[in-house]
């Protein structure tokens, strides 16, 4: 991981704790605050997303690369080597940290954060938007939000082994498991 990328955003908070190799922030941010990805959320998304040098189809028709990049109209990525894909990696989760950050009004932990930055970047902002999950966390019903993850393992309609383990590990880490 290049720390030119990790170490700024971890500066910016006051207190951690590394237990088996994954860095733990006991800070708690509140809603207005910038959040920070840790690495243990990052390497959530990266161990489900998988790492591929070549596009592959995606079930909604589309394609994607590298660590789930959505290869979107106009860029023409065929291939792609380890360093480029993390560089790719880096954009797309600000992305969806922003997300996140426009859409959640409460309180969250790093634990919740970093859930809901994997939810929403391999989901996308317009299905964290129309979420009951969205919905529950600004009510503040965190553990209604907890089991709102499951409902989203559904890839062309039919339930995904795959998704199913990932909402599952997002559901632990957002009740802090």
Avoid: C
Avoid at 90 to 95: A, N
């Amino acid at each position: 991981m290049n720390s030119e990328f990790i170490y700024p955003r971890l500066r910016k908070f006051a207190s951690s704790v590394v237990i088996a190799g994954f860095l733990y922030f006991s800070e708690i941010a509140s809603a207005g605050q910038n959040y920070n990805l840790s690495l243990h959320g990052i390497g959530l998304i990266k161990k489900f997303e998988g790492f591929s040098t070549v596009k592959y189809r995606e079930p909604n028709g589309g394609y994607s690369i590298g660590y789930g990049h959505f290869i979107r109209v106009g860029e023409n990525l065929e291939k792609i080597t380890e360093k480029e894909a993390e560089a790719v990696l880096k954009k797309d989760l600000l992305s969806a940290e922003k997300a996140v950050e426009r859409n959640v009004r409460v309180p969250l932990n790093q634990g919740q954060y970093d859930a809901l930055v994997s939810f929403t970047y391999n989901l996308g902002e317009g299905n964290l938007q129309k979420s009951g999950l969205l919905k529950k966390i600004n009510s503040k019903d965190y553990r209604g939000a907890s089991m709102e993850f499951i409902k989203w393992s559904y890839s062309g309609g039919k339930k995904s082994k795959g998704l199913e383990a990932r909402r599952k590990k997002e559901a632990e880490i957002f009740k802090g498991k």
